[in-house]
């Protein structure tokens, strides 16, 4: 490849990435455009809707019980309050949902629903629980959350407007503070929820359902076309479709529901995969139906860019992969003549989300000042996801198909020992991958020291810290669970000979 095409190439790469990063500026801008006090429904129901809760649930035998607790604990009229435990579980989970549902059973209307063939993963649970609802409003809630009492009065009052289909709170994050990979996650969603769903909801954008702590209108299920499988953010998939029938979406940030972050690397990447291949598949199948439909111009726009911002996950390792070659011929040339193109580029591709993140921080966090000190380990570990999320990408453009692969929980307040034990998610040739990417980064930071080119080397280490840490770290967990599940397995066979 000559210097002219791999320096040409280099430079398109930078300018879709700076197009994206730009992109959270203009979220910031609608946010603090259409900031205002708190929503509050047009009026309130004289007499309060039935409404079902939906716990859909594989394999959480750490968690299921605080959920099913917390659940069962929502103010609302036990006569107009169904809930459904939508159990595919294969473990001892079973076991843990019907001895928690026959505790609750004489108290609430309350059903535990077993499936053994798991068709359609979440999505085919959904379903199959909602041929069985009889509740007009459908509240939804993953393993890993446990709803505040308060939350069917916070919400239900808002689909006193018909047009109104889904209701959709805020995440909160139970054990944040737990390690630096905690902290982090904790940043990004406070970002995608506090900034980017509350710019596009307010601003009359679509949004997206995410999946849980949100609540529908029956009525709009069905009318979208109900729940699908063919993708892995079925959430997503259902929420523009819904949308594109001209159902309202509302999104409520002072509405929080808690919920566990995952809190290991490895389970942290698994998530990210699902999300980002989801996410593709989705825009393969309805970027075209949304851009031809009657949605105003701006909700198409930005639909457009959230269905496709996860390529910038592809463009990233390529761009990270042409960086070497790149800093050889600057440095042959005039460097700062092309500093002058490329390093304001890099800027409006890397400063903007540091930008974007911080004022998450502010809304959200009176001790935001403390909280920033986070934000250069979200743009690295922001790099460091590159390698995971292109083979996401990858698999969503070829159609590679894969199952559902749940995020382990863990209960992390009281089963930090458990959580070495199941759950965990399987290995593969990724860490090794981003193991040497980041010797590559050593490599290029030290030329970039010894051409003198200290502008860049701030950034350089973004990128050489982001795949260090996802390497070393999901390693490091690979072998120290392994070791810790042979020992345990060792104990308790030796456990059942002298029971025997």
Same mark, same amino acid.
């Given at each position: 490849?000559?210097?002219?095409?791999?320096?040409?190439?280099?430079?398109?790469?930078?300018?879709?990435?700076?197009?994206?990063?730009?992109?959270?500026?203009?979220?910031?801008?609608?946010?603090?455009?259409?900031?205002?006090?708190?929503?509050?429904?047009?009026?309130?129901?004289?007499?309060? =809707?039935?409404?079902?809760?939906?716990?859909?649930?594989?394999?959480?035998?750490?968690?299921?019980?605080?959920?099913?607790?917390?659940?069962?604990?929502?103010?609302?009229?036990?006569?107009?309050?169904?809930?459904?435990?939508?159990?595919?579980?294969?473990?001892e989970t079973q076991k843990i949902c019907q001895k928690k549902v026959e505790e609750y059973q004489q108290k609430l209307n309350i059903h535990y629903i077993h499936r053994t063939n798991r068709e359609g993963f979440k999505a085919g649970a959904l379903a199959n629980g909602m041929q069985k609802a009889t509740g007009e409003f459908i509240a939804i809630f993953d393993a890993d959350f446990v709803p505040c009492k308060n939350f069917l009065h916070d919400t239900i009052h808002y689909f006193t407007d018909e047009k109104v289909g889904l209701i959709q709170a805020r995440w909160e994050h139970i054990n944040r503070d737990d390690s630096l990979l905690t902290q982090v996650q904790s940043i990004f969603l406070d970002g995608h929820f506090m900034i980017e769903q509350t710019a596009r909801n307010s601003s009359g954008r679509f949004f997206n359902f995410n999946g849980t702590a949100g609540i529908w209108r029956k009525e709009t299920i069905i009318d979208a076309g109900g729940w699908e499988h063919d993708t892995l953010t079925e959430d997503m998939d259902l929420s523009f479709r819904a949308q594109i029938k001209n159902w309202q979406f509302i999104f409520l940030p002072n509405v929080a529901a808690p919920a566990e972050l995952p809190m290991t690397v490895s389970a942290f990447k698994s998530q990210q995969h699902r999300w980002s291949k989801g996410t593709i598949q989705v825009c393969k199948k309805l970027l075209i139906p949304i851009l031809k439909s009657?949605?105003?111009?701006?909700?198409?726009?930005?639909?457009?860019?959230?269905?496709?911002?996860?390529?910038?996950?592809?463009?990233?390792?390529?761009?990270?992969?042409?960086?070497? =070659?790149?800093?050889?011929?600057?440095?042959?040339?005039?460097?700062?003549?092309?500093?002058?193109?490329?390093?304001?580029?890099?800027?409006?591709?890397?400063?903007?989300?540091?930008?974007?993140?911080?004022?998450?921080?502010?809304?959200?966090?009176?001790?935001?000042?403390?909280?920033?000190?986070?934000?250069?380990?979200?743009?690295?570990?922001?790099?460091?996801?590159?390698?995971?999320?292109?083979?996401?990408?990858?698999?969503?453009?070829?159609?590679?198909?894969?199952?559902?692969?749940?995020?382990?929980?863990?209960?992390?307040?009281?089963?930090?020992?458990?959580?070495?034990?199941?759950?965990?998610?399987?290995?593969?040739?990724?860490?090794?991958?981003?193991?040497?990417?980041?010797?590559?980064?050593?490599?290029?930071?030290?030329?970039?020291?010894?051409?003198?080119?200290?502008?860049?080397?701030?950034?350089?280490?973004?990128?050489?810290?982001?795949?260090?840490?996802?390497?070393?770290?999901?390693?490091?967990?690979?072998?120290?669970?392994?070791?810790?599940?042979?020992?345990?397995?060792?104990?308790e066979v030796n456990q059942l000979k002298e029971a025997c």
């Open positions: 490849m000559s210097r002219e095409i791999l320096l040409t190439f280099y430079f398109i790469t930078l300018c879709i990435l700076s197009i994206y990063g730009l992109h959270r500026y203009q979220l910031l801008h609608l946010y603090y455009k259409y900031k205002r006090p708190p929503q509050k429904p047009r009026k309130k129901f004289p007499s309060l =809707p039935h409404v079902t809760i939906q716990l859909p649930i594989y394999n959480e035998m750490y968690v299921v019980e605080r959920l099913i607790d917390s659940v069962a604990a929502v103010d609302y009229p036990k006569d107009l309050l169904e809930i459904q435990v939508l159990d595919d579980s294969t473990d009657k949605a105003p111009f701006k909700a198409k726009t930005e639909a457009f860019i959230q269905l496709t911002n996860n390529f910038v996950y592809l463009l990233m390792f390529v761009f990270s992969l042409l960086m070497f =070659p790149a800093l050889i011929y600057r440095t042959q040339n005039d460097w700062y003549t092309l500093l002058l193109i490329d390093l304001p580029l890099f800027i409006a591709a890397t400063i903007s989300i540091n930008s974007f993140y911080a004022a998450s921080q502010i809304e959200i966090h009176k001790n935001w000042l403390q909280r920033l000190k986070y934000l250069p380990f979200v743009t690295a570990i922001g790099i460091g996801l590159c390698v995971s999320n292109s083979k996401a990408v990858l698999e969503a453009i070829f159609n590679h198909k894969t199952g559902f692969v749940r995020t382990p929980k863990y209960n992390a307040k009281n089963n930090k020992e458990k959580s070495s034990r199941r759950y965990k998610v399987k290995n593969n040739i990724l860490p090794y991958v981003e193991l040497a990417l980041a010797v590559y980064f050593c490599f290029i930071v030290h030329t970039a020291y010894k051409m003198q080119a200290y502008v860049a080397i701030p950034f350089l280490l973004l990128f050489l810290y982001g795949y260090a840490y996802m390497a070393t770290i999901t390693l490091w967990e690979k072998f120290t669970i392994s070791h810790k599940n042979a020992h345990i397995e060792t104990g």
